[in-house]
């Protein structure tokens, strides 16, 4: 009985550390399904139904190996991605790199608020309420919040993706055929398809999702002891976005691509999913669209002011007061402004600055992977956590693969 209690006391201890570390993974995941992977996702269930989902299946894996390097890397060096780019790679390669990451940053807040905006005038709101209300909420939310608060609702906010499971389970899909999809690689070889994987890549290992996590980690100041509990908190939230990822392509394949339907953004499904799969199926999708939005449009702007603090090489965190962290505070409250008034302009190009911002992303992904890699194995900065044979070769694969779906991309956007 004594060595059963400090057995339970050990337990308890060990999921009580498991919570306080809780938060990087579990919230960089969830965010990159943003309404632009949304509607990715649901352009892949709707052209191609179930056969796709193992290119979901691989890029979760993906997702796993450089957001759980990107935390460890965090931890350890006690800096973001550009201030070890800085450090390692000198002032001008940071300084192209952060310059891309701002432009596809803001580029991608565009869209953010587009699918929010989207997302509201499902029910009849007007964007031009929904919008400028968003904006204020998230500014609120970062300018007066402490860390803690901030990340709990973070976490609340992730917590509306369980609508898009129940959208799917709503959808009765046919369960032999997305099984079959997710574990048996075939692919129909079109110049269409060739694009969806590509998105789908892109759209779930994100540049700004990487900037993220290491940054988030940096001022959760989470100690290099914390990384086993971190590790968990990695796989669970890519996890959990491959999950929200299959069951919004299975929703959009067995209702969309069953009935012959094409669409162009998660608005669209969403509409769709109703008359199809009933009322509760297209409001639920909504809904998901709608929170993933304010999600994503708090995280970007976040990560675009750690990255821009990281490169001039001031010290910024959540907890600091605007008079302590002017430049962190300035650059979300710009990012976000600018972002929201464009997605008001009557006319505003919102398709154009969608496909230019996530060429931007393609652009950046495969450079930015490989600093990664190459500061993964800098013995100087990582000590003893440096990347071993195996993870090296694990990364290297990854973006070999990366890399062939930007290459394919960039060609078949030229051609």
């Given at each position: 009985?004594?060595?059963?209690?400090?057995?339970?006391?050990?337990?308890?201890?060990?999921?009580?550390?498991?919570?306080?570390?809780?938060?990087?993974?579990?919230?960089?995941?969830?965010?990159?399904?943003?309404?632009?992977?949304?509607?990715?996702?649901?352009?892949?269930?709707?052209?191609?139904?179930?056969?796709?989902?193992?290119?979901?299946?691989?890029?979760?894996?993906?997702?796993?190996?450089?957001?759980?390097?990107?935390?460890?890397?965090?931890?350890?060096?006690?800096?973001?991605?550009?201030?070890?780019?800085?450090?390692?790679?000198?002032?001008?390669?940071?300084?192209?790199?952060?310059?891309?990451?701002?432009?596809?940053?803001?580029?991608?807040?565009?869209?953010?608020?587009?699918?929010?905006?989207?997302?509201?005038?499902?029910?009849?709101?007007?964007?031009?309420?929904?919008?400028?209300?968003?904006?204020?909420?998230?500014?609120?939310?970062?300018?007066?919040?402490?860390?803690?608060?901030?990340?709990?609702?973070?976490?609340?906010?992730?917590?509306?993706?369980?609508?898009?499971?129940?959208?799917?389970?709503?959808?009765?899909?046919?369960?032999?055929?997305?099984?079959?999809?997710?574990?048996?690689?075939?692919?129909?070889?079109?110049?269409?398809?060739?694009?969806?994987?590509?998105?789908?890549?892109?759209?779930?290992?994100?540049?700004?999702?990487?900037?993220?996590?290491?940054?988030?980690?940096?001022?959760?100041?989470?100690?290099?002891?914390?990384?086993?509990?971190?590790?968990?908190?990695?796989?669970?939230?890519?996890?959990?976005?491959?999950?929200?990822?299959?069951?919004?392509?299975?929703?959009?394949?067995?209702?969309?691509?069953?009935?012959?339907?094409?669409?162009?953004?998660?608005?669209?499904?969403?509409?769709?999913?109703?008359?199809?799969?009933?009322?509760?199926?297209?409001?639920?999708?909504?809904?998901?669209?709608?929170?993933?939005?304010?999600?994503?449009?708090?995280?970007?702007p976040l990560s675009t002011a750690y990255s821009v603090c990281e490169y001039v090489g001031v010290e910024a965190a959540l907890d600091d007061h605007y008079s302590e962290a002017k430049p962190f505070y300035l650059t979300f409250g710009v990012v976000v402004l600018v972002a929201a008034v464009l997605v008001l302009i009557p006319g505003a190009p919102l398709v154009t600055i969608l496909v230019v911002t996530q060429v931007l992303n393609a652009v950046l992904l495969l450079p930015l992977l490989i600093f990664l890699l190459g500061v993964a194995r800098d013995r100087d900065l990582m000590g003893e956590w440096v990347a071993s044979r195996g993870a090296v070769i694990a990364y290297a694969i990854t973006i070999a693969v990366v890399g062939a779906c930007v290459i394919g991309l960039l060609i078949t956007m030229f051609l």
């Amino acid at each position: 009985m004594k060595w059963s209690m400090k057995g339970i006391a050990r337990r308890r201890l060990a999921i009580g550390a498991l919570f306080a570390v809780v938060g990087p993974g579990l919230i960089a995941g969830l965010s990159d399904d943003d309404p632009a992977g949304i509607t990715t996702y649901s352009v892949l269930g709707a052209q191609h139904g179930y056969q796709l989902l193992w290119v979901l299946a691989l890029s979760t894996i993906a997702l796993i190996l450089f957001h759980g390097l990107g935390a460890r890397m965090g931890v350890v060096t006690g800096q973001g991605i550009i201030g070890l780019i800085r450090q390692r790679y000198g002032v001008k390669l940071s300084g192209a790199a952060l310059i891309a990451l701002v432009l596809a940053n803001l580029g991608t807040t565009c869209a953010e608020f587009a699918g929010l905006a989207a997302g509201f005038e499902l029910f009849g709101v007007s964007r031009y309420l929904s919008v400028p209300l968003a904006a204020v909420g998230v500014s609120v939310l970062v300018l007066r919040g402490s860390f803690r608060r901030i990340e709990h609702i973070f976490v609340l906010l992730a917590s509306v993706f369980v609508a898009y499971i129940a959208s799917g389970l709503l959808s009765h899909p046919d369960w032999g055929a997305a099984v079959h999809g997710l574990v048996v690689p075939t692919m129909p070889f079109t110049r269409d398809a060739f694009v969806i994987i590509t998105a789908t890549v892109g759209t779930t290992l994100a540049p700004w999702g990487l900037a993220f996590i290491q940054s988030y980690a940096v001022d959760k100041q989470l100690r290099p002891e914390d990384l086993r509990y971190e590790r968990i908190d990695v796989i669970a939230g890519s996890i959990l976005t491959g999950v929200v990822g299959f069951f919004v392509v299975v929703a959009c394949a067995a209702t969309l691509n069953r009935n012959g339907l094409s669409i162009d953004t998660a608005s669209d499904a969403a509409r769709a999913l109703e008359p199809l799969a009933g009322g509760a199926a297209g409001t639920l999708f909504g809904v998901g669209l709608i929170g993933a939005a304010v999600l994503a449009a708090s995280i970007l702007p976040l990560s675009t002011a750690y990255s821009v603090c990281e490169y001039v090489g001031v010290e910024a965190a959540l907890d600091d007061h605007y008079s302590e962290a002017k430049p962190f505070y300035l650059t979300f409250g710009v990012v976000v402004l600018v972002a929201a008034v464009l997605v008001l302009i009557p006319g505003a190009p919102l398709v154009t600055i969608l496909v230019v911002t996530q060429v931007l992303n393609a652009v950046l992904l495969l450079p930015l992977l490989i600093f990664l890699l190459g500061v993964a194995r800098d013995r100087d900065l990582m000590g003893e956590w440096v990347a071993s044979r195996g993870a090296v070769i694990a990364y290297a694969i990854t973006i070999a693969v990366v890399g062939a779906c930007v290459i394919g991309l960039l060609i078949t956007m030229f051609l």
